[in-house]
C-alpha cells in the first residue's frame, strides 16, 4: 500500500504533498541502512530537480553507521564510485540547466579521478526531525542532513535539509 501511494506521486507532486507522505511514514533505525541503495528523485520542483539524476547519481553506501559514502555516481559504461561531496559544486548546481549537468556526465569516465574518493564522508544518526525521531545522515564537511523514513523493508524516502534552502528536496533510495 506504502509503496503504491509513493509511486503515486511520481514522477513529479508537490512539497506539500511530498511531506504529507513523509510525515505519515515510520521512523527507521540506522542500522536498517546498511548496504548500497540505489537512488532517484521525487520532483517536487526543488531547483535540484532533474540535476542529480542528470549528473549520473547513482546512490548510497552504508557500510555501517560511522562509514558512508554520501554520493555515488555511475560512470556511462557503468562502473560505480563514491565521489567526494565537497568536490560537487553544489552553489552551481541550480544554475546549470540538467541539459548542460547531463553532458558533463559522459566525462564522468575523465573525471572519475579527480572526484573519487576512497574515505567515507558521512555518518549515520538517529535525530528528531518532524517531530519523529528517525535515521538520518549527517554530512562531514557540508551544511546537509538527509533524513531518511521507512517506506517499506527495501524502500525509504529521503529529505535532504541544506542549510539556507527552505524547501526540502526529496529522494528515494531502493535497496540494491
Known amino acids: 500500500m506504502t509503496v503504491d501511494a509513493l509511486a503515486a506521486l511520481e514522477p513529479a507532486c508537490t512539497s506539500a504533498e511530498a511531506l504529507a507522505f513523509y510525515d505519515g511514514l515510520d521512523p527507521l533505525l540506522a542500522e536498517h541502512l546498511t548496504g548500497r541503495w ?11 530537480d532533474g540535476r542529480l539524476a542528470a549528473s549520473g547519481w ?6 555501517d553507521v560511522d562509514h558512508v559514502h554520501p554520493l555515488l555516481f555511475s560512470t556511462p559504461d557503468g562502473e560505480i564510485f563514491p565521489v567526494d561531496p565537497r568536490r560537487v559544486p553544489l552553489g552551481l548546481v541550480d544554475k546549470i540547466p540538467p541539459a548542460v549537468v547531463s553532458r558533463g556526465r559522459e566525462a564522468l569516465g575523465v573525471l572519475r579521478p579527480a572526484l573519487r574518493t576512497s574515505k567515507h564522508r558521512a555518518r549515520l544518526r538517529e535525530v528528531r526531525h518532524r517531530g519523529v525521531v528517525t535515521a538520518a545522515m549527517v554530512y562531514d564537511h557540508l551544511p546537509i542532513i538527509d533524513v531518511f523514513r521507512r517506506v517499506d523493508d527495501s524502500t525509504v524516502l529521503g529529505m535532504m535539509d541544506l542549510r539556507g ?6 529522494f528515494i533510495l531502493q535497496r540494491d
Open 165 to 170: 534552502v527552505p524547501q526540502p528536496y526529496f
Open 58 to 63: 547513482y546512490g548510497k553506501q552504508f557500510d
Open 38 to 48: 540505489r537512488g532517484r528523485e521525487l520532483a517536487t520542483g526543488h531547483p535540484l
